[in-house]
C-alpha cells in the first residue's frame, strides 16, 4: 500500500487530482499487486503546492518537481525501481505540459522498515500484509462462487 508524496510549485500541474490517480495506479501495476479493494484504496499520491520561494537549488532555481514514494520493504526489485523511476519521471513532465521537467524531477524511492507499514490503527510486518492479501481474495472469490451458483 505505497503512499506518493508529489511537491511541486504551485500551479506546476492543470489537474493535479488526475496526476495522483495516475501515479496511483501505475504503481499499483508496477508492483504487481493484485487488483483488490484493499490495494485500492491504499495505494494513494498527494500532490503539494508549494509557495513561491519555497524551494530552492544551488542556483537559485525552483521549477523541479520532487516525487517520494514510500514502500513497504521489498516491494520494488530493481527492475521495478527503475520502471517506478522513469514512468513517474514521464508522467510529471506530462501532467505539466513541459517535456523539459524530465531533467528537474526528483524520484525517491523509499522502504518503510518491517512493521512501520500502519493500515487500519495496526503497524503491519509484510507477513501480515500478505496474509491480509490472501483473505481478501479468498472472501472474493467465495462471493463470486456464490453469486454464480445462485
Known sequence: MPMIDVYAAAGTFSDPHALARTLADTLKVIEQVPDIPMFRA???AFVHDLPAGAMSNVDGDSDHVRVQVLTNAGALDRPKQLAVVERFTDLVAE????????????????????????????????????????????????????????
Do not use: F, K, M
Not at 531533467?103 to 524511492?109: D, I, M, N
Not at 518491517?114 to 487500519?120: A, I
Open 42 to 44: 491504499n495505494t494513494a
Open 95 to 150: 501532467a505539466a505540459g513541459d517535456p523539459s521537467l524530465a531533467q528537474r524531477t526528483w524520484v525517491l524511492l523509499t522502504e518503510a522498515v518491517e512493521g512501520g507499514w500502519g493500515l487500519g490503527g495496526h503497524a503491519n510486518t509484510n507477513d501480515e500484509l500478505v496474509a491480509a492479501a490472501r483473505a481478501q481474495i479468498a472472501e472474493l472469490r467465495a462471493a463470486a462462487a456464490a453469486a454464480e451458483n445462485a
